[in-house]
């Protein structure tokens, strides 16, 4: 089993819809989790992150994390066509020494159609 | 601000030769700097993680005499493809931690390698 499962779609919506993307993991020492959004041929940009459980909002975008279930999500609200990208959960344990390393997972490309 | 380049952003090179990519950290100081890879419709895949002055750590499977990582700098870090040879032909990415924002990297926009 991967340390993190992401499922890569592609996934497509119309432009408005609310789109979830998800990850789960299995490594319990996870405690930071992120959402990376890449468009094609470009570096990660990173939207979000969170230490441990619960939510967090900016914009249009929401960031969840389950703890107890391994499970993390990504909302977008309203979405719009300069969304579709692909989209790339990533997580690490606690700082310090080689837990500032990221494991990512597969991403998942998304389409918002106009 | 946060803002990390790369250059150049896309090299094409004959079987053999060496390449050198440059990461930078423009508006920020970088304690650690992380190389990845990233093939097509792939994860990004860790090669290496490297700290300011002294020499890196690699992952697993990944030969560091091939794959030559410099830190000279708070704000600038290197990777060299010695001998490359046509599998090395990938998308390589360098992230930067900030020394003041530990919780957080930031990319560089990628360099696209290609070994004929």
Redesign the interface.
Known sequence: QKEVEQDPGPLSVPEGAIVSLNCTYSNSAFQYFMWYRQYSRKGPELLMYTYSSGNKEDGRFTAQVDKSSKYISLFIRDSQPSDSATYLCAMRGRSGGSNYKLTFGKGTLLTVNP | GAV?S?HPSRVICKSGTSVKIECRSLDFQAT?M?WYRQFP????M?MA?SNEGSKA?YEQGVEKDKFLINHASLTLSTLTVTSAHPEDSS?Y?C?A?PQDR?????????T?LTVL
Do not use: A, C, D, Y
């Open positions: 990390v790369q650690t992380f419709k792939q994860s990004l860790l993680t750590t998308f990415i992230s931690r530990v919780n957080e990297q930031f990319f560089g926009p990628g696209r």
